[in-house]
């Protein structure tokens, strides 16, 4: 068979069929590379092309540096980096039947603390999904400085605006990849499951999705923008230039990452707590969506509270020790004293003694285990429970709960652990200096996919609303 071709609204693209009888097309671009007028600027629809595009190969991926975990090798969960060029908004799309009946939509968005991360790592392999009826789609957007730093005489939520064009071009082009532009689901994780949860709640969303999958993240991390021009402030002074998209224009994309850097060091970032004494990043990035524009014009959280997203089915879960991946390969969590776990959480938590000695600081529990609890219901379960009693449309929650043998099992279920069982994707992880193992169990990741595929197709996982499915 011949390599597919597909029309979309700004031209023809060539995919490749694979080995797996999926046609696969790469780096198709949904808006306009973001240059010149168009950095800290609106997306705007992808210029026209003659003849046919071809996407047999990767494309660009956001400005980026890579920060790795000491002892792992996360490289297939997070992608390759930085690859160099300026049309990198685009989408990747994995179709069993191109021009094909009308199948369910799935768009994923990817994580990485809003400063990372790409719809084309490994782990994002939709072939399975493919091969199960469905057509997916990953998504690429401006991330830390470019898409989430806003700036006088700038566009905010950038990042987030791009994820809503891409959406755009899905129910404008999806059709002729097979998909159903009616039958879309949004699901994100970690970061992007903070995007999702924040597009849940945005009115510029309506329309463009009907179920929703929220994995590791949840609408309360936030910020106003207080705390955001306060680190616009720190990163220009950094760069020795005014808090403006103009003036941030003029500097390199390199020296923007370099700027980006020094905030992500120990004691980099200004003080990011709100008036309540809360940093919504919990340190693990200065870069988060902003409240108050047209995107968020109020907190997503209290949005769907008071019923945004009621039509959208929702799935939404995390792990059950997501910040085992942050505490276990630095050492932290043998070394940290008592004392160092209440400063270390005194930076993102009004009452941080409070908080551990309800975990059971002080009690004979070692400082380290208190700390890694705590913070995986403040970070991640906390919200995800939140999410989920709130929505006022048909809610599934799932845990995941099984656990990585790397660094001898001291990681347990933790941060990012879902994923390449979600995709199916299990030989795309496997290896000595990964979280998997040699040999994670097969079982777990063909019944993950599958109900991934069964609430896109019908709005139901598999179990019932008032049950939580345990993964193990």
């Known amino acids: 068979m011949t390599d597919p071709v597909v ?23 949904y808006a306009a590379a973001p240059e010149g007028e168009l950095r800290f600027a609106e997306p705007v629809p992808a210029p026209p092309w003659e003849g046919v595009r071809d996407t047999a190969r990767p494309g660009p991926t956001a400005p980026q540096r ?38 369910p939509v799935l768009v994923f968005v990817h994580g990485g603390a809003f400063i990372g991360g790409t719809g084309s790592a490994p782990v994002c392999d939709g072939t399975a ?46 059709a002729g990849f097979g998909g159903d532009p009616a039958n879309v689901t949004l699901f994100g994780a970690a970061s992007g499951a903070v995007s999702v949860s924040c597009l849940l709640g945005s009115p510029l969303s309506a329309g463009l999705f009907h179920r929703a999958i929220v994995q590791s993240g949840h609408p309360d991390m936030v910020r106003d923008g207080v705390q955001a021009r306060r680190l616009a402030k720190v990163i220009a002074d950094e760069l020795k230039t005014e808090a403006t998209a103009e003036a941030f224009r003029k500097v390199s994309t390199e020296q923007l990452l370099d700027a980006q850097d020094a905030v992500l060091r120990p004691g980099g970032a200004p003080d990011l707590r709100d008036a309540l004494g809360y940093d919504r990043g919990y340190g693990l990035s200065p870069f988060l969506p902003v409240v108050g524009d047209d995107v968020l014009p109020q907190h997503p959280a209290k949005a769907i509270r008071a019923g945004a997203g009621a039509g959208v089915d929702l799935l939404v879960g995390s792990c059950s020790e997501e910040m085992r991946l942050y505490l ?33 600081l002080g009690s004979g529990r070692t400082a380290g285990e208190v700390l890694v609890e705590a913070l995986t219901d403040l970070v991640f379960r906390d919200g995800v429970r939140d999410l989920a009693a709130h929505h006022t449309g048909r809610t ?38 990964g979280l998997f193992g040699e040999q994670p169990p097969q079982e777990l990741a063909s019944e993950l996919n599958d109900a991934w595929l069964r609430f896109a197709a019908t709005g139901a996982p598999g179990w019932a609303e008032d049950t939580v499915f345990h993964a193990y």
């Open 66 to 103: 890579r920060h790795d975990v000491p002892g792992l090798d996360l490289a297939p969960l997070t992608g390759p980096g930085w690859r160099p060029g300026p049309e990198y908004l685009t989408v990747d799309v994995w179709t069993p039947q191109p021009g094909g009946a009308a199948l």
């Open 396 to 433: 599934f929650r799932y845990e995941f709960e099984w656990g990585s043998p790397a660094l001898d099992g001291r990681l347990g279920a933790c941060h990012g652990l879902e994923l390449p069982f979600v995709f199916d994707a299990l030989d795309t992880v496997t290896g000595p200096r």
């Open 129 to 174: 999904f493919a091969r199960g009826g469905a057509v997916l789609v990953t998504v690429q957007y401006r991330l830390g400085v470019d898409g989430f730093l806003p700036l006088e005489g700038g566009t905010t939520n950038l990042g987030l605006r791009d994820q809503l064009a891409a959406l755009r071009w899905v129910r404008d082009n999806i």
């Open 328 to 360: 276990v390969p630095t050492g932290a969590l043998e070394a940290v004293t008592d004392d160092q776990a209440v400063a270390a959480l005194a930076v993102s938590h009004p009452d941080p003694a409070g908080v551990l000695h309800a975990y059971g």
């Open 7 to 29: 029309p979309t609204t700004s031209g023809a693209v060539r995919g490749q069929l694979t080995s797996a009888g999926v046609a696969l097309f790469r780096g198709i671009p």
